[in-house]
């Protein structure tokens, strides 16, 4: 028996002592597909543009299960730091929003199908920016001085300086996906848009001007006057700027071209409902996702939806505080939103019936009061707190004249409390 456990650890005194030859990282299954980051800007990486046409060509084609990673660029653009300021902001060439990763055709996708593309993981940048833009948000005739806060990041939380006391959670999303639309598509939205311009509505037509491909979109490009700006969202997504996007739903687009020539950008470290400043907490990050092509759902899925699970309840507040917004006005303005309906009548009512945009409005100029009341911070970081921190939702819309939205408040925001 003695000589019997001695020849058996022997054996085993001689396994522990061979050399090791290979653990679990060396067992892989996943094909990846890489679309990379490539020189300091938009206009130095093959691999990004800013414009949608279905000239732009895929970078690379992916088939259906391979794990697609992207490394996107921050929505503007920009080379801002942790250092910036205002002064920054107001030098901002905005005409290069948004840039995108891709295009990816999918093997096997044709027009007509679906993409069902599963957002797998998004890794984000150290740093993250958000920015009040003259002229540009929910509350624009207000907030009309540039403003900035520089954010830093991990993957559990986001804190600034200029924003003491708050430390914002992890809840990244694409903040824009989508698929290049076809001719057909092209025309119509460019028409469409053109008719609302035409009556003094907000409406971006193509501008060349920091356009890319520069060949294609670009002053001087074979259609630098039909190339779409990323900026509104539309039938194929893009800009949709959506938070329930989490990481590990499935993402629903149609696709107007063969292989779909998927696209991501514009990430979001974290954003509230309504992004109402103009952005979120912008970054840029590595997104990897997988799809699967639904054949021929397009003839049913005519614009983006998104299946999801337990994410939805992880993004929910622990804690909150809420106003409520009704369709009011004071007597002799006519809200920013209206103004190109040039209509007599709105100007001297106190309130419009059933109108969302207005009780939105309300909830959030509420919202932004009991902010500044309640937690000592400027208005200007109030209105950035709203963009990132509170939802914007619709309370009821039956209950004439008087639809309600909300304003929710993430309260676990502040590290204090």
Not at 363 to 383: C, K, P, V
Request: glycine share 8%; net charge negative; hydrophobic share 40%.
């Amino acid at each position: 028996m003695k000589s019997y456990y001695f020849q058996v650890a022997s054996c085993c005194l001689a396994t522990l002592a061979a050399p090791v030859l290979a653990d679990t990282t060396n067992v892989t299954w996943k094909t990846e597909v890489v679309v990379a980051k490539e020189g300091a800007f938009c206009s130095d990486d093959p691999n990004c543009f800013n414009r949608y046409h279905p000239d732009i060509p895929a970078v690379v084609t992916a088939s259906p299960g391979d794990f697609i990673i992207f490394e996107t660029r921050d929505a503007l653009d920009s080379d801002l730091t942790l250092d910036s300021n205002a002064d920054d902001v107001a030098a901002l060439d905005l005409s290069g929003v948004h840039p995108m990763t891709g295009p990816v055709a999918i093997e096997g996708a044709e027009r007509g199908d679906v993409l069902a593309v599963t957002v797998v993981d998004i890794d984000p940048d150290q740093f993250g920016y958000t920015v009040i833009v003259p002229g540009f948000g929910f509350l624009r005739d207000e907030f009309t001085e540039p403003y900035f806060v520089g954010w830093k990041q991990s993957r559990t939380h986001a804190v600034s300086d200029a924003m003491p006391g708050i430390a914002i959670p992890y809840e990244a999303f694409t903040g824009s996906i989508g698929t290049m639309p076809g001719e057909p598509e092209v025309e119509d939205w460019l028409a469409r848009e053109a008719q609302l311009a035409a009556v003094g509505g907000i409406a971006l037509p193509p501008e060349p001007t920091g356009a890319h491909p520069a060949a294609i979109c670009g002053a001087g490009g074979s259609q630098e006057q039909r190339c779409l700006r990323t900026v509104p969202p539309r039938e194929n997504g893009g800009n949709m700027d959506v938070q329930q996007m989490q990481v590990g739903t499935t993402i629903l687009i149609p696709c107007f071209v063969d292989g779909c020539n998927l696209f991501i950008g514009d990430v979001h470290y974290a954003q509230g409902d309504g992004e109402v400043s103009g952005t979120a907490i912008e970054t840029g990050a590595v997104v990897t996702v997988t799809t699967e092509i639904r054949k021929g759902q397009g003839e049913f899925i005519t614009t983006p939806q998104v299946e999801g699970g337990q994410q939805i309840k992880d993004i929910e507040p622990s804690a909150f505080h809420q106003t409520i917004g009704y369709p009011f006005k004071e007597p002799g303005s006519v809200p920013t939103y209206h103004t190109y309906l040039e209509s007599e009548v709105i100007e001297d009512l106190p309130q419009l019936s059933e109108d969302l945009t207005l009780a939105a409005r309300h909830a959030l100029t509420q919202m932004i009061d009991h902010i500044t009341r309640t937690y000592d911070l400027t208005r200007e970081q109030a209105y950035v707190l709203a963009s990132i921190a509170v939802d914007l939702r619709v309370g009821q819309v039956v209950d004439v004249p008087n639809y309600i939205i909300t304003a929710v408040l993430n309260k676990d925001v502040f590290v204090d409390e």
